[in-house]
T-cell receptor
Framework: SQQGEEDPQALSIQEGENATMNCSYK?????LQWYRQNSGRGLVHLIL?????REKHSGRLRVTLDTSKKSSSLLITASRAADTASYFC??????????????FGSGTQLTVLP | DAGVIQSPRHEVTEMGQEVTLRCKPI?????LFWYRQTMMRGLELLIY????????DSGMPEDRFSAKMPNASFSTLKIQPSEPRDSAVYFC????????????FGSGTRLTVV
């Protein structure tokens, strides 16, 4: 089963508006990561937030993390047509010893209309 | 750094043929991951290596799939014999550490088995 699940599955907004995507996960984590995937391309790492952080910013991106609710949100401010992509959250799942592997949600497809 | 390099970008092959996908990770990364992405199943981890050693191949769907990492700068994923249900986009990713830093993905190989 998926560790992280994004919501909504699809989001369509006008250029200049803000876009908010949510991620819920099941087990305890030491960090949570967000990735972007443009059509026909590989995933690109956007931002990592650690479990002791509540909010993190990177340019027009703002990520929040609520470990009590096991949820995170990604906010893209002043969206542009170039932000059109799928956005995935990823959380580490224990595998062996202290090693963990990232598991990815099913993604939110964001469309920014010009 | 040129990033994670995968080849070929596209592969079309007939059912029953052998297919070999190639990956060059980022120099200095000690983890390498092979993922498969389909609309139905999303992003699935097939196998991963740590310092060139396969650690977990539980995601490999069948014995028809095999992966090797003969040195720190090269890995292959082989499917023999290929079947139409293997059609997907296959991604290679590398990272420093198993999950405490972001993964760098290649652009993927789109495999079509007819």
């Amino acid at each position: 089963s998926q560790q992280g699940e994004e919501d909504p599955q699809a989001l369509s907004i006008q250029e200049g508006e803000n876009a908010t995507m949510n991620c819920s996960y099941k087990t305890s984590i030491n960090n949570l990561q967000w990735y972007r995937q443009n059509s026909g391309r590989g995933l690109v790492h956007l931002i990592l937030i650690r479990s002791n952080e509540r909010e993190k910013h990177s340019g027009r991106l703002r990520v929040t993390l609520d470990t009590s609710k096991k949820s995170s949100s990604l906010l893209i401010t002043a969206s542009r047509a170039a932000d059109t992509a799928s956005y995935f959250c990823a959380t580490p799942v224990p595998i062996s010893g202290s090693a963990r592997q990232l598991t990815f949600g099913s993604g939110t497809q964001l469309t920014v209309l010009p | 750094d040129a990033g994670v390099i995968q080849s070929p970008r596209h592969e079309v092959t007939e059912m029953g043929q052998e297919v070999t996908l190639r990956c060059k990770p980022i120099s200095g990364h000690d983890y390498l991951f092979w993922y498969r992405q389909t609309m139905m199943r999303g992003l699935e981890l097939l196998i991963y290596f740590n310092n060139n050693v396969p650690i977990d191949d539980s995601g490999m769907p069948e014995d028809r799939f095999s992966a090797k990492m003969p040195n720190a700068s090269f890995s292959t994923l082989k499917i023999q014999p290929s079947e139409p249900r293997d059609s997907a986009v296959y991604f290679c990713a590398s990272s420093y550490g198993s999950s405490n830093y972001g993964y760098t993905f290649g652009s993927g190989t789109r495999l079509t088995v007819v």
